[in-house]
């Protein structure tokens, strides 16, 4: 987890050391768009192909070169000379989109058998709060870094983080590497080809269909994570308007500090999910997921109603903390799954998210040149409140439904 928490903090330095370095390269705002969408776009196909990647290589081995890439290709733009930054700009937009995506299933498919199925819920709280810490970190240092040493000094700690994290991921003693029951076949679902019969792509979307129906609610879960990305994407690009519309000769104070304070109650929760967990011996189930989204969007919404600051420091606070639960108990509840469909699951929901957070940065960039911040957010989050409304009766009902001869 420090390895972790070590290369999210160069993700994050990088998030915007690199986009700075874009627009100065190329001159062109729409760089920055087409960069974004380029590494988007990478992580969308690479969440499609990930469950069966990992059920032909471990997970120790995906995290390992995964790494090795990432910091290899923030190598090859250190490197590069004038002539071709351009193609190795587009280079580390692949390998970060698609890379990242790729470390990120096998780590949360693994966790299980790195720690053991009782302490599910506090890793993936330690592995949060990493990352937390991390995004405050880079964040908070990317304008120091760039501004002090450049963007060359910038890469190269872009570049030492993803080797540090290669490092920890090879000294991990994950059991049988991290690939457990994922050679299984996966569960037969109605109407799908005999496995002899079925091409690779159908057997992939056979393995995600049998995925969602492995546990019921399972596809209305994964559907209200990828509108929550889209509810994400609004109110990461409304922030600096918003920000600039308070203070417009400082408009990188009001969104430094709303991410501070947000990071400072996914931190605060993520204690109380550990001591929970430690206490109880269980974790946040998907009811904490549903009643999670509910209050994080709420939140958000509220963040633009143009409440004084004091009374907006505390929404970001229950904003952060709504966040960081939703988060525990979703990866928490995926992890429930088998061996053999975990690594799907995860993939497919990666895709999903990846998909609502591209589709919104676009629409969201479309029509806040119309509408208020709080319009376009208050219209995102609450097409989640809707959909988190929708699952929560659809989990009170499966929980009030008597057993049947078998239910697992």
């Known amino acids: 987890m420090a390895g972790y928490a070590i290369s999210s903090y160069g993700t994050f330095l990088n998030m915007v050391a690199l986009n700075l370095f874009v627009y100065e390269t190329t001159g062109r705002a729409l760089a920055m ?8 776009a990478s992580g969308f196909v690479a969440g499609l192909t990930a469950g069966g990647l990992l059920t032909r290589f471990t997970a120790k081995s995906v995290m390992l070169w995964t790494n090795i890439a990432q910091a290899s290709a923030m190598l090859l733009l250190v490197l590069a000379p004038d002539g071709l930054r351009t193609a190795a700009l587009v280079a580390v937009s692949v390998a970060v989109g698609s890379c990242g995506t790729l470390f990120m299933v096998s780590l949360r498919s693994s966790i299980p058998e790195m720690v053991g199925e009782e302490r599910r819920s506090w890793a993936n709280s330690l592995s949060i709060t990493g990352r937390s810490l991390a995004m405050v970190a880079g964040f908070a240092s990317a304008g120091v870094v760039v501004s002090l040493v450049g963007y060359t000094a910038a890469f190269v700690v872009d570049t030492a983080t993803f080797a540090l994290c290669a490092v920890t991921v090879a000294l991990l003693p994950i059991p049988g590497g991290g690939k457990g029951g994922s050679q299984e076949e996966p569960a037969a679902v109605p109407g799908a080809e005999p496995a002899a019969e079925a091409t690779p792509a159908r057997r992939r979307r056979s393995a995600a269909l049998a995925a969602l129906a492995a546990a019921p609610g399972l596809g209305l879960m994964v559907a209200l994570r990828g509108v929550d990305a889209l509810g994400s994407s609004s109110h990461n690009a409304a922030l600096p308007v918003y920000s600039s519309e308070l203070d417009a000769s400082r408009p990188a104070v009001f969104v430094s500090a709303f991410w501070c ?3 400072l109650g996914n931190i605060v929760v993520q204690q109380l999910i550990q001591r929970h967990a430690r206490r109880t011996g269980r974790s946040v ?8 989204t509910c209050l994080m969007s709420g939140a958000f919404i509220l963040a633009f109603a143009g409440f004084p600051l004091v009374a907006t420091a505390a929404i970001a606070l229950v904003a952060g903390a709504a966040d960081g639960l939703t988060e525990v108990s979703y990866t928490s509840h995926l992890q429930t799954l088998p061996a053999g469909l975990r690594a799907h699951a995860f993939g497919l929901s990666a895709t999903v ?3 609502g957070f591209g589709a919104g940065m676009i629409l969201v960039a479309a029509v806040l040149d119309h509408y208020t911040p709080l319009t376009v957010v208050g219209w995102s989050h609450g097409a989640a409140l809707v959909v988190a409304a929708v699952f929560l009766i659809r989990v009170a009902g499966l929980r009030k439904a008597p057993p049947g001869p078998s239910s697992p």
Do not use: D
């Open 285 to 292: 189930g998907a009811l904490g997921f549903g009643w999670g």
């Open 353 to 355: 998210e990846n998909l």
């Open 261 to 263: 304070l947000w990071a």
């Open 33 to 40: 768009g087409l960069f974004m969408a380029v590494r988007l």
